[in-house]
């Protein structure tokens, strides 16, 4: 039996983009001022010069990262297909994420009037986080094998990685280094920017390398996303 090919963005997963775009814009119209203060470009009432927006851009992302993993699992485990192109797929789906929303960068900058330097550095952190938790879903799906402790385990982590090393470990606190981010480059020197990238990129080299060497021993039918 011939496998039906998948792409990034297809009719299985299609809901799953269009969810993401459509909730990230509303929390941007949400927290854009009223009109008048717009058109005078006074943006004292835009969060007030926070970074509120990509905390919300950052929580829909890693959510649209877990499901693609688990459809991606499911995928896998129902056809036997190629886990290299299940990472590729899922690592291109969230660069497509990100690319579909380049107008509510472009809309943010010009209410704000943030430099570009910035807010293309908190978007490319944005993206490998992103990216850590598709891959880190597909990962806990194949290993649980669709169970609900998978389901539950992504889940702890993504909470925990959120919001409870703000309390333990801030220098990784997504939210914190978002923050720090658009504070500009004085704010942070050149070994914490090193850090703040490389994180994400070994935790995900670390999964991406789990995912490639784990040997599924029996078929799952169906994910709980």
């Not at 990238?197 to 390398?209: M, S």
Request: some cysteine; glycine content about 8%; aromatic content about 16%.
């Amino acid at each position: 039996m011939k496998l039906r090919n998948r792409y990034i963005a297809d009719s299985v997963n299609c809901n799953l983009f269009l969810v993401f775009f459509g909730f990230t814009g509303i929390a941007l119209l949400v927290l854009t001022p009223a009109a008048r203060p717009v058109d005078r470009f006074i943006v004292p009432e835009f969060i007030n010069g926070s970074s509120l927006f990509f905390h919300i851009y950052l929580f829909f992302l890693a959510i649209l990262g877990l499901n693609l993993g688990a459809l991606e699992a499911t995928y896998l485990a129902t056809t036997g297909a190629s886990v290299h192109q299940a990472i590729r797929r899922l690592l291109g789906g969230i660069a497509l994420a990100c690319f579909i929303t380049i107008p509510y960068i472009i809309f943010y900058r010009g209410v704000t009037r943030s430099p570009w330097a910035p807010l293309l550095a908190v978007t490319i952190y944005i993206l490998l986080i992103g990216s850590l938790f598709a891959v880190l879903s597909l990962y806990l799906e194949r290993i649980s094998r669709g169970t609900i402790m998978g389901f539950l385990a992504k889940y702890f982590l993504f909470l925990l990685y959120l919001f409870g090393f703000a309390f333990l470990l801030p220098q990784i606190n997504p939210l914190i280094i978002i923050s720090q981010l658009l504070a500009g480059r004085e704010e942070l020197s050149l070994l914490e920017y090193l850090v703040i990238y490389a994180a994400p990129l070994g935790l995900i080299t670390l999964v991406v390398w789990g995912i490639s060497n784990y040997k599924v021993k029996e078929k799952y039918y169906g994910s709980i996303r």
